[in-house]
């Protein structure tokens, strides 16, 4: 496995916010650990602190390490999320 990128910012995730969580787990679950995925949110549904970080940091705690990169220019909002174990 390899450092990588998802994007959860395309239109079906505009559409359903719950579609966000649950691809943004498989994302991370499809990381190796000792790689990260960078995860791009869309800015519809606001900061992903107050929707999506809370379910990630519930489902994986200690196993992953999440950084806040940037909010690009078209609004998104993008994570770095580290596997450690």
Known sequence: MKNWSANLETEEYIQDRDLIAKD???AIEETSPGFYVNIAVAEQHGNPDLYLIPVLQD???AQVDITFIDQCGCGGYVYKIARLQ
């Open 59 to 61: 489902k994986f705690g």
């Open 24 to 26: 943004a787990i498989a």
